[in-house]
């Protein structure tokens, strides 16, 4: 039985007693109860699970290996023995699990699971040093096993993407699982996240690239890495364009991927990838190369909420920053001018011309002043003075703007928070299926996990509000009949003596049907 099988087994009922054991359980695997902390004991195995396969890589390059020996082993001993301490608390709380309830050795049964003999064999090479000679490639062959414990975190959320994309083309798979969208699941942000790592390594490679000691020392294995995220990136792009289709603002076959191509985002994304196909038809200058290698760090800007809301609210501001930078321009256009005239004769080799006074107007109106432009006639110091008075109202105005848009964009995100809980809370709850959808939207709107359980909590009471004062009303009246719909209608025509004669007939007439009632009854009796 798989541990993706087991889990979806756990029992939710509540009259299961919280033992020492179950607290334990539920901390190392997904339960219907587990705590918030399990999700960063997850996260720390993986970290772990991943630094120590990297750390296996890098005692592959001989010169590390003999630098940092010490260190590589005393990390790989850590990591044994944590590892080794998570297998045991694994098999020692398993009897919680339903999924063995039915089985006598229940712990026998889960240490024969896929999942349990790879967190055995991921320990026990280890383990095996201290009793017989093992060939050290064959002990760091053994050791790359740690990598498949990232199936126990993975196989789980594809699992979940296959039913949430049954009888979907490859197509529509492609794009939810670059694009989040309703068929997304977990598995786009586990992509997410590697392309982010793989863009972090990226750039911080391209910088140590640049160190010559370092260059020279692992000059083969940063050409090995770059080819294969340039691999890695051009897959992406590739699929990108070819999923993009999927997306209603670019349905159109070639038109909408063209529309597409010429994006920031996806021009990043091809800017990134670019100089490594360039060097096979031209020769470039190696640190042009470098310098375009590090716009992968752009890249960051489709993973970064931060970053997508200052381009949103740069795009939302942009007439009004258009403005303020035209003005810019004018006013240090005349303070060059000004300050050429002024300072022209004094200082003829600093104050050659206008366009060489721009850079001294520039600096002095952005409040930098670098002192090495600076006038010395009284009429130029005082007009330098101005200068940088107004130069501080200049840099203010685009700063409040943009500040501005950022408190109405964050507003705006809380909104459309807020009316999506309301949507999910009509009925009174909010599935697991919705807070995980609203969960993943907080977090792309860069809207902190407690913000979004208290915009769900605050929904659900809202709701349950509603639906009691509702299930406390009145029932309403039984609908008229046609016929005394009309008879309102023509009532509303009549005056008010007229309307005073009616109800005196009214009521003469209800009290003789109530005599007749009354009458009727008695005679029943």
């Known amino acids: 039985m798989s541990e993706h099988h087991h889990m979806e087994a756990v029992s939710a009922s509540s009259d299961t007693p919280v033992t020492f054991r179950r607290k334990v359980y539920r901390l190392m695997f997904e339960a219907h109860d587990s705590p918030p902390e399990e999700k960063l004991i997850d996260r720390f195995i993986v970290g772990l699970i991943i630094l120590s396969v990297c750390a296996i890589g890098v005692e592959h390059i001989d010169a590390l290996h003999e630098r940092y020996h010490s260190e590589l082993a005393t990390f790989d001993k850590f990591s044994v023995y944590f590892f080794t301490f998570e297998y045991l608390v694994r098999l020692y709380c398993i009897p919680e699990s339903e999924a063995y309830q039915n089985f006598k050795m229940k712990r026998l049964r889960y240490a024969v699971t896929p999942m349990a003999l790879v967190d055995f064999f991921v320990i026990v090479p280890f383990y095996l040093t201290f009793l017989i000679e093992i060939d050290l490639r064959f002990l760091r062959l053994l050791r790359l096993l740690r990598v498949l414990k990232l199936v126990r975190f993975i196989v789980p959320k ?9 009888n979907r083309t490859f197509k529509q798979k ?4 670059l694009n989040e969208d309703e068929y997304s699941g977990d598995i786009h942000g586990i992509v997410d996240t590697a392309l982010v790592i793989l863009i972090a390594a990226s750039v911080i490679a391209v910088v140590l ?20 995220s ?24 070639i038109a909408g991927r063209v529309r597409y191509g010429t994006t920031i985002l996806a021009l990043i994304d091809l800017m990134s990838i670019l100089p490594f196909y360039l060097t096979f038809f031209i020769t470039m200058d190696l640190r042009f190369l470098r310098v375009m290698r590090l716009l992968r760090i752009l890249k960051l800007t489709r993973y970064s909420t931060a970053m997508q809301t200052l381009i949103s609210v740069v795009r939302d501001e942009l007439p009004v920053l258009s403005a303020a930078l035209f003005v810019s321009l004018l006013i240090s256009l005349f303070a060059s001018s000004a300050i ?59 700063t409040g703007m943009l500040a501005s848009g950022f408190s109405e964009k964050i507003r705006q995100q809380k909104d459309e928070l807020n009316k999506m809980a309301e949507e999910a809370a009509a009925d009174g709850v909010i599935t697991e299926a919705e ?4 969960a993943r939207r907080a977090h792309r709107m860069g809207i902190a996990d407690h913000v979004e359980l208290e915009i769900e909590h605050h929904a659900i009471e809202e709701a349950q509000a509603r639906m009691a004062e509702l299930a406390a009303a009145p029932p309403p009246p039984p609908p008229l009949k046609p016929e005394i719909k009309t008879m309102l209608v023509q009532l509303e025509t009549f005056t008010t003596e007229e309307k005073t004669q009616l109800l005196s007939h009214l009521a003469d007439s209800l009290s003789r049907d109530a005599h007749k009632l009354a009458a009727a009854s008695t005679v029943k009796a």
């Open 230 to 253: 340039v691999f890695v990136f051009s897959l992406e792009y590739v699929f990108r364009i070819y999923s993009i289709t999927e997306n209603p603002e670019y349905k159109e076959r």
């Open 209 to 228: 690239e640049s160190v010559q000691p370092v260059h020279e020392l692992l000059e083969r294995e940063f050409h090995l890495f770059d080819m294969f």
């Open 174 to 177: 492609v794009y939810s699982v």
């Open 435 to 438: 807070h995980r959808m609203m």
């Open 158 to 166: 594809i699992h979940e993407f296959r039913e949430l994309n049954k």
């Open 340 to 398: 050429y005239i002024l300072e022209h004769e004094a200082q003829p080799d600093k104050f050659n011309s206008i366009p060489e006074a721009m850079y001294w107007s520039i600096i002095t109106l952005t409040s930098v002043g670098y002192g090495d432009y600076y006038p010395v006639t009284p009429l130029g110091q005082f007009f330098a003075s101005a200068a940088a008075i107004i130069g501080v109202v200049l840099v203010a105005l685009p």
